[in-house]
């Protein structure tokens, strides 16, 4: 038998419509270009969909976080468009800071971006970062920081704990920890691997710390090393004689680090040191000839070595490629790992080679279809023709 809805009930229904109505409204999130890359239209759409939210509702924190990431990741990725559509929705980023900081003081958000815009480890920026922890523990953008503060502090126990609390919160991309995992494992025993970005810094630390996975290995990240308290520090501990920098004859970032790096090389005597793939070739281009590609890393080396040898030990024995093959996880940087993960195509073109001349056909096979589903995936079919010709 049927029975009418009571009038109050109703109501409650009608207005939740209303209220789900306006939630489903609500602009896409922006993230870091550590996560996804998006372009310089949608990063535009997407700062102009979150400032009509907080020109109608300015203590909408939530509103300001996306505005500023999508003004500063548009400026990151597309700086000179980023520049001439400067007007209401495109603006300076320390603008939006102050306006920020007037419409929602004493916020989780305005003490974390004032924090991030300040791009500084110094001890007056450090005070909106340990503010902004305060203020809600749970929030995961801070975590990155808070392992990078006590990484340069040399703080173990510190760095340990925020690594946890990270991947506890399922916040670092599956594919990017395979990815970090088969870096590592590229590895011979007490390497210095000396790396580049977020993206093959952190999950590094994060395996070691939560998973104790090649623990000996050091990673020297090539910005953070530039910081003279952390260097000094991280260098007496590896055996490495100091480095003063001197300024006057820095003349680019690349005669920085090219600095940097041939000193840790020329006085690592106890430790074979690695360079990331993901570096900029221009870091290395005056000691190209003494690298050598030996899996997912490259290693420096005096001597001729049979880095071929090494990428088959590692491909064969010390790698997890699985989730090459299928990801049962929805991840939103799949993007980001399809185009990490092209730096595999080079490595699989090798190991072809190895096994076209040994007689291999199976693990011809296998390594070749491998790198056809790499490239598919990363657009990048183009690259994967030139290298299997």
Not at 233 to 252: A, H, N, Q, T, V
Not at 328 to 342: E, K, L, P
């Amino acid at each position: 038998m049927k029975r009418n809805i009571p009038s109050i009930l109703m109501g409650f229904i009608v207005s939740l419509f209303f209220v789900s109505s306006s939630f489903t409204q609500q602009p896409e999130k922006v993230y870091s270009v550590v996560k996804q890359v998006k372009s310089f239209e949608w990063y535009k759409s997407a700062a102009e969909d979150w400032r009509k939210i907080i020109d109608k509702y300015p203590q909408n924190a939530e509103a300001w976080l996306n505005y500023y990431t999508a003004n500063r990741m548009a400026r990151m990725m597309y700086r000179e468009k980023w520049q001439n559509s400067q007007g209401h929705y495109f603006q300076d980023l320390t603008k939006i800071v102050e306006e920020m900081v007037k419409a929602i003081p004493n916020t989780f958000e305005c003490r974390y971006i004032k924090y991030y815009n300040s791009n500084s480890m110094k001890d007056e920026d450090l005070k909106d970062l340990f503010e902004a922890y305060k203020i809600d523990s749970t929030r995961v953008e801070t975590y990155d920081d808070m392992v990078k503060y006590y990484e340069i502090k040399r703080d173990s126990s510190g760095e340990k704990k925020f690594c946890q609390k990270w991947f506890e919160k399922n916040d670092v991309s599956p594919g990017i920890l395979n990815w970090n995992y088969n870096v590592l494992a590229s590895l011979e025993k007490n390497g210095i691997i000396i790396t580049n970005g977020d993206n093959d810094t952190y999950p590094i630390w994060i395996l070691q710390n939560v998973h104790n996975f090649r623990k000996d290995i050091v990673t020297i990240n090539i910005n953070l090393i530039t910081i003279d308290e952390y260097r000094n520090k991280l260098f007496k501990e590896c055996g490495i004689k100091p480095l003063d920098i001197d300024w006057s004859k820095i003349k680019s970032q690349d005669d920085l680090y090219k600095t940097i790096l041939n000193h840790i090389i020329k006085n690592s005597t106890s430790r074979p040191v690695y360079l990331a793939l993901t570096l900029q070739p221009s870091f290395y281009d005056d000691i190209k000839d003494k690298v050598y590609m030996i899996g997912l890393a490259f290693k420096y080396s005096e001597k001729d070595i049979d880095n071929v040898a090494m990428m088959i030990n590692n491909f064969e024995n010390n790698w997890l490629i699985d989730y090459l093959k299928i990801d049962f996880t929805y991840d939103i940087a799949s993007g980001v790992i399809h185009q990490i993960n092209n730096n595999y195509l080079p490595v699989f073109a090798k190991l072809y080679d190895h096994y076209k001349l040994s007689g291999n056909e199976k693990n011809m096979k296998i390594v070749k279809n491998l790198a056809r589903l790499v490239a598919n995936n990363a657009n990048a079919l183009g690259y994967f023709n030139d290298l299997f010709k």
